[in-house]
């Protein structure tokens, strides 16, 4: 709880000058807008892993990510990063997701993995497996480290895909209930990589379908999975 | 750098020619990959798309080709860890195929441009491309290799190079040296062979100890005569670059012990004697065909036959590949039986009979291919003329009763009977010149079912005892008729296109009812039969499908390379087929040949075996393309 507290009441944080004019420079990106097709643009899958899965109290260790451009991945356009922390997480979690704790305190500053971020992703759009968990994660390491509110206009394919595939949806729910039927490997699972490209082949998949529906685009994804949630009674 | 290599690198290790490729080849080729998906029935690639632009890997799923404009669609698959389209790639052009998605596909996809760029970078990659196949071969061979290296490991292999397997620099002298500086000379460098060579190097005889016995000291000769009165003349001799198992199978045939070792300008750089190649061999052939030609009974040959066997195995074990493999069992078969019939003819007083110069025995099927293996069954026939003052009938009568006896004796050394009694003890099957030129010509006349059955196993005769010039004529004569009569040779065309390549439409492979696959009638008979057709349209008179193939393949229009595919295709399937023996009689010893079959379950393959017999069944499919394109079929 004083954990909990202190990070609630802490200041702003004070960037060096360097960190500011990363920031600022990726401030002033033009927003890349609102494209029509999946055939013309860029967008960023990304998986994070964290030190546990409460929202409140745990906090973000690595973030990973690969972008899907003109309708396929592009292996070499990926991104990886571990957060320093402050203190290594506790020993169940790192069985999980197999960062060590000397890893972890050897991670890049906070404020410098963030921006490396920043600077990877551009002003594309995200798309996650349950957006709710990474977006929170990221919004609350980003106000923490470099005191912005990052507002990016995210996709959750945990909705896009049930909405495609209404007959699966009672029967699967999770990324690895999905990335099974699609007989999608995952050699490293818990790897927020290669979580990220499990991710983005079903984001192919996703693009795929949504193309033989009409509902092309990332816009049309994400006007389907506003229906869905609608539809199912989330508002 | 990227992030994402860690959690491919291990997709690309489990898969040719990616496992072999270095390290930082392999990142490269990651950096410039994308992954794309395919839903099922999407196009990845045609013809109508032009010039190819993507170099595709599937990750994950079934790829179908389906080859535009052949009558019968032929359809391919391609599976994880494939690389396509290469060949369109290689030549810059549009696809022939259309590759469609049969299942959900996901493929690492390289542009063309990077496609040309990591050929340049990455040597195993190049090679993989553009040998493709025969790369494939390599790596096969090799494992097969390690498979068995632990019992050969110490021995240098019978593949090696002569010029790596010669000890010592030759010991030579003139024409006009003495004997007795000669011996002299020999005994210093204590070495049991003298070549005798002109000024130029060129060797012109040789000379061993083994002839001092016999041609000096017993007649008495004086050792102040030149060594060339006593050499042996015109002593056999190969280039350097040959591999050891010719010397084993030149001193095996000839009966010789030394062989030479000559440049291609002919000058003597060595010379190789039995012994040399003895540490070659765990049981020598030399020792084997020496004893064969010895044999004093048939119960020496029996147990010869065991030992044949063993070296066989031995010479898997050193990677000896299919062709020579099969070239030794048919040596060896061959010196068996020829040593079979002297005796039994001997016994029978056949060799006192004037008839003994009007008679040859002949082989056919696999045997008169020189493709024989550990389960050939007999397949032989007799050609005798007719003496002045008999008749066919009666000479047959006196023929009978000998062939009857070689076969049963041929049984015992475990080459079983044949079912379809074709043998020299079969009245049918033991004619005269006259009267096989009757049954040939009938054949080619008639082109009934049965006929071109026969033909199928006939045509390939050759002579394998006895008056060898009999057979030769018969062949001649059969070059002839065959060449001249078209319709004939379409109807065998016709009737080998009816036994298809079991390439699968829905798996790799069309399996028979036990999901096995029968290798010999699959495999290896398109291109057998190819080869006999194309032999016989083009007055080929070679009898082994791949000679037959080489030989006749500028005549017929093949490029050098489509023949050579398909060679290493026909051997691919040959090796497999022998591998399979193998492994029969490793885990069964003692069982006798009737048990081995030619049966394999694809699945019990390796990824890489199943892959390239997949390719070397296309190829078998590509013949009979090129057959039915003859024929217009």
Known sequence: ?235 | MSAIHASQLSFFAAHAPFDRMEHKHLLWLLEHLRLSYYAKGEVLAEPAQGKVERCFIIKQGMVQGARQGSVEAAVFELHEGETFPVGALLAKRAVTSVYRAAEDVFCFELSADDFHALLELSLVFKDFCTRRIAALFDQSNQAIQAQFAQAASEQQSLSSPLSEVIRFAPVACAPSTPLQTALGIMHEANVGSMVVVDASSKPLGIFTLHDLLARVVLPGLSIERPISEVMSSDPVSLPPNAPAYEAAMAMARAGFRHVLVTGSDGVLQGILSERDLFSLQRVGLRQISGALRQAENIEVLVSLSKDIRTLIHNMMAQGVAAEQLTLFISTLNDLLAERLIELECAASGLLESPLCQDICWLVMGSGGRYEQTLNTDQDNALLFTVPKGMTADQVREQLLPVALRVNQALARCGFPLCKGNIMASNPKWCLSMDEWKVVFSDWVDQGSLEALMHSSIFFDFRALAGQHRLADELRNWLAKLARSNSRFLHQMAANALRNRPPLGLVRDFVLNESSRLDLKINGLTPFVDAGRIFSLATGVIQTSTIQRLRRSAADSNIPPHEVEAWINAFLFIQMLRLRHHYEAIAQQPGAGVQLLDNLIEPSMLNDLDRRILKEAFRQARKVQVKLALDYQL
Not at chain 1, 73 to 100: C, M, P, T
Not at chain 1, 160 to 178: C, I, K, N, Q, T
Not at chain 1, 219 to 230: Q, V
Request: aromatic share 8%.
């Open chain 1, 1 to 235: 709880m004083k954990a909990l507290l202190q990070r609630w009441l802490a200041p702003r944080p004070r960037l060096e000058h360097r960190q500011a004019e990363r920031l600022s420079a990726w401030r002033g990106l033009p927003d890349a807008g609102k494209k029509s097709g999946f055939e013309n643009s860029r967008c960023v899958v990304l998986d994070v892993e964290t030190t546990g899965l409460n929202l409140m109290t745990d906090t973000l260790i690595s973030i990973g990510a690969v972008s899907v451009v003109n309708g396929s991945i592009v292996l070499a356009d990926s991104f990886y990063v571990v957060l320093q922390q402050r203190e290594s997480s506790r020993k169940e979690n790192i069985l999980v997701h197999g960062i060590s704790g000397s890893v972890q305190r050897e991670g890049e500053a906070p404020a410098d993995a963030l921006l490396s971020f920043l600077e990877y992703l551009g002003k594309d759009p995200l798309v996650a497996f349950h957006v709710k968990f990474d977006e929170t994660m990221i919004r609350r390491a980003m106000r923490q480290y470099l005191g912005i509110s990052f507002n990016r206009p995210w996709l959750d394919l945990a909705y896009v895909m049930p909405a495609l595939f209404p007959d699966l949806m009672h029967s699967h729910r999770g990324l690895d209930d999905w990335s099974s039927y699609f007989r999608i490997s995952n050699e490293d699972r818990h790897n927020a990589v290669a979580d990220a490209l499990a991710t983005a082949q079903l984001l192919l998949v996703a693009i795929s379908i949504a193309r033989q529906t009409g509902n092309s685009g990332y816009e049309g994804l994400r006007s389907l999975e506003r229906t869905f949630r609608y539809a199912s009674g989330e508002r």
